[in-house]
């Protein structure tokens, strides 16, 4: 251990020590306290959709996912092998940034609701707490982007995953990657946030009701 000249405080070889009873850095918890158990290898529902099965939306209204969405992507989710989920996205004019460019926006909604599809092969219900995107290549507007996401781990409430996405096809060139945590919610959760006029037409659709109570009726 060694006092830097400019007297901030001991380190040692891997940096500054911290002080007695200051909390760990990010890559550990605080002094005294155990380290939460890793994330348990994810398990695909006995009552999950089998593969290639579509997954259908969620809400008509959904941007992400709903046909009736203004603008909306419109995705067709299908299931996959193990816990994973795939996609193609076709951005459009309504979907550009820079001319003749899919907005980086668009592509990180999509990889969120491709991820967020996830759901229906664990049977529960969650919502985005983290995303993080890389994007590696600008997606030209009216090419085919094939989104694949899959669940890495569960850790109590918490759900890990990651999703990818190629121009052209699936092992076409690599334009965009993400790492998402999900945290999972009751039902409760969105009739208490959402505004009232959406929650009542939800309430009212059919098919949000049929995929609502499909999870629902697995978990309670």
Not at 110 to 120: F, I
Request: hydrophobic share 35%; net charge neutral.
């Amino acid at each position: 251990m060694t006092m830097p000249a400019d007297g901030t405080g001991p380190t040692d070889a891997s940096g500054p020590v911290p002080a007695p009873g200051a909390a760990a850095g990010p890559d550990g918890p605080p002094p005294g306290e155990r380290a939460p158990a890793p994330p348990a290898p994810p398990r695909r529902h006995p009552n999950a959709p089998p593969p290639g099965s579509v997954l259908g939306p969620h809400y008509d209204g959904c941007f992400g996912c709903g046909p009736r969405a203004p603008g909306g992507l419109r995705l067709v989710v299908r299931a996959g092998e193990g816990v994973s989920v795939h996609t193609v996205f076709t951005p459009t004019t309504e979907h550009q940034g820079a001319p003749g460019i899919t907005h980086g926006g668009m592509l990180a909604a999509a990889l969120d609701e491709t991820l967020g599809s996830l759901n229906w092969l664990l049977m529960t219900t969650s919502v985005t707490a983290r995303l993080e995107t890389d994007y590696r290549a600008p997606v030209p507007l009216g090419t085919a982007l094939h989104l694949t996401a899959r669940c890495t781990g569960v850790q109590g409430r918490k759900i890990h995953a990651e999703a990818e996405g190629r121009t052209g096809s699936p092992d076409g060139p690599l334009a965009v990657v993400a790492r998402a945590l999900f945290v999972r919610v009751g039902l409760a959760h969105f009739t208490a946030h959402g505004r009232a006029e959406e929650v009542a037409a939800a309430a009212r659709d059919p098919e949000s009701i049929r995929s609502m109570t499909r999870i629902f009726e697995v978990n309670s």
